[in-house]
């Protein structure tokens, strides 16, 4: 009863019986009983991992994505068999859902590989379930494609458009400072996110739409389409569609994701002001393949590579104006001379062929041309020093070029529940001038690494009028903040970084400019403060233990040791 063709179709990954024969048949008795023709049931299988859930807003417009997913591979010839994985609701998942990244790339790996499918279309969108696909099928290595729920529309209000979530900090703020009421903030609440979709703005999500085309993941042009645009539609059908040429012996993810589209991911990153938060999702989906993305090489593309990208956080403009724009095209064919052109893609041609033609139409308050960028180093920098010696990242595009160099005093919060008590004491002793410095927020510390480097100004400042402060920790950033924000600060402090050994009073010496963060306490010193660092405390079972023993530092992308191609 097997064939000549063992592996194809159904008869890939044979439930383990002692008797294939007997495997095969059973299981296509029970595929039968879903009202599958044999017919159908011999063609080649595209799975969809759909990660739809009812606490994942930005998931919203899953079903009808599968459904155009599932017609675009049935028009194809293929059969399409979806099934759910882990989803990460950014705002719904506690501690923070870099926590169970991780998780939801093994659940996507483990069924990529135990079910029986010939290739795969990928469907996320919110932060971390991108990335966290990405490195599944990275680890899986079977034909993929990665598409995108797409972003939110940006609405009016009042006479300016609203969306997630750079306007929801920007509101939270005037809040904080006295400037809207419990009514307007109220009012504001309701109107910042309204249609399906991700967020707005180029925060995480969007940045890892683009990072996801320009790898060579997506089907072109289909990053930055609006959720709820018919467009989407077509590019969830045409990814069905390319899924079963794919499946007929297409290219796997490790011949698409190579060093030199890694580079050319980055590069984007920078172009487009993406977030920091990317940077180490690419890196952890680049390890699982065994490429390396070193800080210090990011520093030479950052310097290269202009921001054109007149988007939120770094600009003013939202992801629907990108894709009337011009879209990634846009930018892919401003920088093309900066790009690895021989870079193959799912769609079947290289970089070189899809951007043989200029885009028809940019516009160029959204998309700049090389001669006239945002700015002309690239959005993110790696600061390196005895603060940081693995590096920590500063989104400069983002952040107030005045702060770049300076020495300030440090003001010292021991973790996020002293920050939380202590923030807004008005007897806080803080001025303006100071560097809020924020301990055990890191990957490797109990709340995992949550996006709470963006450490809110001291409430008796924000009503003074300070817009902007340094603010240093080990924690992340939402990609839709903004601020003079450094972050990633490796080893964290619950590793013995000396973060941890940061002290009330201490200077620190930030140069953008020399890629310095430097804590100007001598070695002697330190080493005494090390001696009273109280041992971290381990959680004793579960996800949560695992995640503790094996989750590495940002500079190797947060991933779990054992998981990359290439154990450290
Ligand atoms: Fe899902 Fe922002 S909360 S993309």
Not at 115 to 121: E, I, K, L, S, T
Not at 482 to 497: F, I, K, R
Request: charge should be negative.
């Amino acid at each position: 009863m097997t064939d000549e063709h063992p592996t194809h179709g159904l008869r890939r990954n044979l439930t383990h019986y002692g008797d294939p024969d007997f495997a095969l048949y059973l299981r296509r008795s029970f595929a039968r009983s879903m009202g599958y023709s044999v017919e159908l049931l011999e063609r080649p299988i595209v799975g969809i991992a759909q990660s739809g859930s009812g606490f994942n807003n930005c998931h919203r417009n899953m079903p009808e994505l599968v459904d155009a997913t599932r017609r675009g591979v049935l028009a194809a010839g293929g059969l399409p068999l979806d099934f759910p994985t882990v989803s990460l609701g950014e705002t719904f998942l506690s501690p923070t859902s870099l926590m169970f990244r991780n998780l939801m790339s093994m659940d996507v790996e483990e069924m990529i590989r135990a079910q029986p499918m010939d290739a795969v279309v990928l469907i996320g969108g919110c932060d971390k379930t991108v990335p966290a696909q990405l490195m599944g099928a990275a680890s899986a290595d079977l034909p993929a494609i990665q598409l995108v729920t797409g972003p939110m529309l940006a609405m009016d209000y009042r006479g300016e458009r609203l969306g997630a979530c750079t306007d929801c900090r920007r509101f939270w703020a005037r809040y904080r400072a006295g400037e809207l009421s419990e009514r307007q903030i109220d009012d504001v609440e309701g109107r910042l996110a309204t249609t399906a979709g991700t967020c707005a703005v180029m925060g995480t999500a969007s940045t890892m739409a683009c990072i996801a085309e320009a790898l060579g993941m997506s089907l072109p042009g289909t990053a930055a389409i609006p959720a709820v645009h018919a467009d989407r539609l077509r590019a969830a059908e045409a990814s069905g569609a390319r899924a079963v040429a794919l499946a007929r012996g297409g290219l796997r993810p490790s011949q698409i994701i190579t060093a030199q589209s890694v580079e050319n991911a980055l590069r984007v990153l920078l172009a487009v002001g993406g977030s920091t938060n990317a940077l180490i999702h690419l890196t952890a989906i680049a390890g699982r393949l065994g490429i390396d993305v070193s800080l210090q090489r990011l520093n030479v593309l950052s310097d290269e590579t202009p921001v054109l990208v007149d988007l939120k956080p770094t600009g003013v403009h939202y992801m629907q104006d990108l894709f009337a724009g011009g879209g990634l095209d846009a930018v892919l064919w401003e920088l093309r001379d900066l790009l690895h052109l021989d870079c193959p893609t799912v769609g079947g041609e290289t970089l070189r062929e899809r951007l043989q033609e200029p885009p028809d139409y940019v516009d160029r308050n959204i998309v700049r041309s090389r001669d006239n960028p945002v700015s002309v180093a690239g959005g993110l920098v790696a600061l390196f020093g005895s603060l940081a010696p693995g590096g920590a990242i500063m989104k400069r595009s983002a952040a107030d070029s005045r702060l770049f160099e300076r020495e300030g005093r440090a003001v010292v919060f021991k973790g996020l529940e002293d920050l939380a008590a202590r923030i807004d004491d008005p007897d806080l002793d803080v001025t303006a001038d100071d560097f809020l410095v924020l301990q055990r927020a890191g990957p490797r510390s109990a709340s995992g690494m949550p996006e709470a480097g963006y450490l809110p100004i001291p409430r008796k400042l924000a009503q003074a009028g300070v817009k902007d402060m340094v603010r240093i920790s080990d924690a992340r950033m939402s990609g839709t903040a903004y601020g003079t924000v450094v972050l990633h600060v490796t080893p964290d402090a619950e590793s013995g970084g000396n973060l941890a050994l940061v002290q009330n009073g201490d200077r620190i010496r930030l140069s953008v400019k020399d890629r310095a963060l430097e804590l100007c306490v001598d070695e002697v010193e330190l080493a005494r403060r090390r001696h009273h660092v109280p041992p971290p405390q381990r959680p004793s079972r579960g996800y949560a233990k695992l995640y503790a023993e094996q989750v590495l530092q940002a500079d190797a992308g947060c991933d779990f040791n054992f998981l990359r191609q290439t154990p450290l």
